[in-house]
Protein backbone atom coordinates (compact mmCIF):
# COMPACT_ATOMS: atom_id res chain seq x y z
CA UNK A 1 0.00 0.00 0.00
CA UNK A 2 1.48 3.32 -1.34
CA UNK A 3 1.33 5.87 1.70
CA UNK A 4 1.82 9.25 0.20
CA UNK A 5 2.51 12.44 2.73
CA UNK A 6 2.99 16.09 1.53
CA UNK A 7 4.43 18.86 3.70
CA UNK A 8 5.97 22.10 3.38
CA UNK A 9 2.52 23.71 3.29
CA UNK A 10 2.08 27.24 5.51
CA UNK A 11 1.18 31.38 5.60
CA UNK A 12 2.84 33.32 2.82
CA UNK A 13 2.37 37.02 1.72
CA UNK A 14 1.57 37.80 -2.04
CA UNK A 15 4.81 37.34 -3.66
CA UNK A 16 6.42 34.64 -1.41
CA UNK A 17 7.98 31.22 -2.49
CA UNK A 18 7.03 27.77 -1.11
CA UNK A 19 7.93 24.28 -1.74
CA UNK A 20 5.98 21.48 -1.15
CA UNK A 21 7.42 17.96 -1.16
CA UNK A 22 5.73 14.74 -1.31
CA UNK A 23 7.44 11.37 0.24
CA UNK A 24 6.52 8.25 -0.38
CA UNK A 25 6.63 4.95 1.18
CA UNK A 26 4.93 1.92 1.01
CA UNK A 27 6.15 1.49 -2.39
CA UNK A 28 7.94 3.35 -5.30
CA UNK A 29 6.44 5.56 -7.12
CA UNK A 30 9.33 5.67 -9.43
CA UNK A 31 7.55 3.83 -12.35
CA UNK A 32 4.58 6.00 -12.31
CA UNK A 33 3.77 9.63 -13.34
CA UNK A 34 3.22 11.77 -10.62
CA UNK A 35 0.63 15.51 -9.99
CA UNK A 36 -0.03 17.67 -7.88
CA UNK A 37 -3.94 19.01 -7.51
CA UNK A 38 -5.60 21.81 -5.39
CA UNK A 39 -9.53 22.07 -3.68
CA UNK A 40 -9.78 25.84 -2.65
CA UNK A 41 -12.83 26.08 0.03
CA UNK A 42 -16.10 26.33 -1.88
CA UNK A 43 -14.26 25.05 -5.62
CA UNK A 44 -13.44 21.28 -7.13
CA UNK A 45 -10.38 19.70 -6.89
CA UNK A 46 -8.63 20.73 -9.81
CA UNK A 47 -5.19 19.59 -11.98
CA UNK A 48 -1.76 21.96 -11.06
CA UNK A 49 0.84 19.78 -12.64
CA UNK A 50 2.06 16.43 -13.81
CA UNK A 51 5.49 14.76 -14.07
CA UNK A 52 6.49 11.90 -16.06
CA UNK A 53 8.66 8.68 -14.35
CA UNK A 54 11.81 9.89 -14.78
CA UNK A 55 11.05 13.92 -14.71
CA UNK A 56 12.02 14.65 -17.97
CA UNK A 57 8.97 16.11 -19.07
CA UNK A 58 6.51 18.21 -16.69
CA UNK A 59 2.99 19.98 -17.51
CA UNK A 60 1.50 22.94 -15.63
CA UNK A 61 -1.59 24.47 -15.18
CA UNK A 62 -2.09 27.76 -17.19
CA UNK A 63 -2.46 29.30 -13.89
CA UNK A 64 0.43 28.03 -12.64
CA UNK A 65 3.01 28.40 -15.29
CA UNK A 66 5.72 30.60 -15.20
CA UNK A 67 4.83 30.42 -11.25
CA UNK A 68 4.71 26.97 -10.40
CA UNK A 69 7.67 24.03 -11.12
CA UNK A 70 6.85 20.47 -10.60
CA UNK A 71 10.07 18.15 -9.75
CA UNK A 72 11.12 14.74 -8.46
CA UNK A 73 13.86 12.96 -7.31
CA UNK A 74 13.03 9.17 -7.49
CA UNK A 75 16.47 8.07 -4.96
CA UNK A 76 14.16 9.35 -2.45
CA UNK A 77 10.80 8.75 -3.55
CA UNK A 78 10.24 12.21 -3.31
CA UNK A 79 7.95 15.06 -6.04
CA UNK A 80 8.31 18.46 -4.72
CA UNK A 81 6.07 21.58 -6.31
CA UNK A 82 8.12 24.86 -6.36
CA UNK A 83 5.46 27.97 -5.83
CA UNK A 84 6.93 31.35 -6.47
CA UNK A 85 5.21 34.51 -7.11
CA UNK A 86 2.18 33.26 -5.08
CA UNK A 87 -1.39 35.15 -5.17
CA UNK A 88 -4.25 35.06 -2.62
CA UNK A 89 -6.24 32.77 -5.64
CA UNK A 90 -3.06 30.67 -5.09
CA UNK A 91 -5.36 29.53 -1.21
CA UNK A 92 -6.40 26.19 -1.24
CA UNK A 93 -5.14 22.61 0.28
CA UNK A 94 -2.75 20.90 -2.39
CA UNK A 95 -2.52 17.19 -2.80
CA UNK A 96 -0.23 14.80 -4.67
CA UNK A 97 -1.11 11.62 -5.96
CA UNK A 98 -0.02 8.69 -8.19
CA UNK A 99 -0.68 8.61 -11.71
CA UNK A 100 -1.75 4.90 -11.70
CA UNK A 101 -4.16 4.82 -14.34
CA UNK A 102 -3.99 7.75 -17.18
CA UNK A 103 -1.83 9.22 -19.80
CA UNK A 104 0.83 11.39 -18.39
CA UNK A 105 -0.40 14.29 -18.27
CA UNK A 106 -3.89 13.16 -17.10
CA UNK A 107 -5.38 16.08 -15.25
CA UNK A 108 -8.87 13.49 -14.27
CA UNK A 109 -8.50 13.26 -10.52
CA UNK A 110 -10.18 9.20 -11.46
CA UNK A 111 -7.00 8.45 -13.28
CA UNK A 112 -4.98 8.97 -9.75
CA UNK A 113 -4.95 6.10 -7.86
CA UNK A 114 -2.87 7.05 -4.26
CA UNK A 115 -3.45 10.70 -2.99
CA UNK A 116 -1.65 12.16 0.36
CA UNK A 117 -3.47 13.90 2.79
CA UNK A 118 -2.67 17.49 1.83
CA UNK A 119 -1.04 20.26 3.13
CA UNK A 120 -2.91 23.79 3.67
CA UNK A 121 -1.74 26.55 1.52
CA UNK A 122 -2.53 30.46 2.28
CA UNK A 123 -1.39 33.34 0.41
CA UNK A 124 -2.31 36.58 2.37
CA UNK A 125 -1.22 39.78 3.67
Known amino acids: QVRLVESGGGLVQPGGSLRLSCAAS????????MGWFRQAPGKEREWVAS????????YHADSVKGRFTISRDNTINTVYLQMNLLKPEDTAIYYC??????????????????WGQGTQVTVSS
Open 97 to 114: ARNGRGPVASQIRQDYDY
Open 51 to 58: ITLSGGAT
Open 26 to 33: GGPIRGYP
